[in-house]
């Protein structure tokens, strides 16, 4: 008898919630607890070819979706499967699609690959996904397709997703550094500026920098002398403010040898 009650109190406990199972079928959440592979563009290709559908995993947030690779041949052009992946993919946006690029992993055979995407449908789309075109997903070496030069966002995203932003730091010429900070500036990731930092800014321009809700600028590559410890970098910019519009600026860096790495890092900006 005790055992029947109890079968019959299950019975009514699993069809009293329905809406409940339902939310956690539609749960699409990974715990990130690893780092990515970083393989250059050349070997992912033949591993991701097009048709092949996988799975993408937001790196800052665990969330992940399913896409198919339906073209490209510098890079991945990817859609999303399902208009249920669209959404979680908007939702990785703030609802907002962007250009904006997010260090993401994809699960390959007991591994992950690290790799980067942006967020903005542009181009052809076949699927019945509710998505307008397709999107881009990058990996190391790999290239735009109209410039066919490497994207320094992309790039420093797919090290972001390997856990290798540190390594590259270290070994970055002065030059590099600036952008690896102004990257992290315009993709508004602290993730990508931290590491080249090497004391914390003061709160007034801390807050003038996260209000910059655009950021336009070109930086050019160059060696420092070998023994040299201290260099200045300025870079014209073009800035748009949350509140403020459009302004021309520019920024000034001034970067010094860290004397236990032998690594450039940030010492001072002005603004």
Known sequence: ??????????????????????????????????????????????????????????????FYFYVQRRAGSHHADVQPLTRQDTKVMKHLYNGKWSWNRRAVLIPFKGQMLAASMNGMPHGAGALD??????????????TTHKSQNVDPG??????????????????????????MFLTGLKQDDDALM???????????????????????????????????????????????????????TTMVFTLKRNPLTNGWEISSLTL
Not at 1 to 16: D, G, N, P, R, Y
Not at 31 to 52: A, Q
Not at 164 to 175: I, T, V
Request: one cysteine or more.
């Open 1 to 62: 008898m005790t055992k029947l009650m109890i079968l019959v109190f299950m019975l009514i406990s699993f069809f009293a919630h329905p809406q409940k199972m339902k939310a956690e079928e539609n749960l699409t959440y990974f715990p990130v607890s690893d780092t990515g592979k970083v393989l250059k563009w050349k070997r992912v290709e033949s591993l991701l070819p097009k048709g092949k559908k996988f799975k993408v995993i937001d790196v800052e947030t665990g």
């Open 129 to 142: 996904n509710g998505f307008p075109g397709h999107f881009c997903i990058h990996f190391a070496g790999s």
């Open 154 to 179: 992309h790039q420093l995203m797919v090290l972001k997703a390997g856990g290798k932003l540190d390594e590259y730091a270290l070994k970055a010429e002065p030059a590099e550094v600036v952008n």
């Open 194 to 248: 931290q590491p080249v930092l090497r004391v914390k800014q003061e709160h007034k321009l801390w807050a003038k920098l996260h209000s910059i809700s655009t950021i336009y600028y070109k930086t050019d590559l160059f060696h420092a002398k070998k023994y040299k410890t201290k260099e200045k970098i300025a870079v014209d910019c073009l800035i748009y403010y949350e509140d403020k519009g459009a302004q021309k």
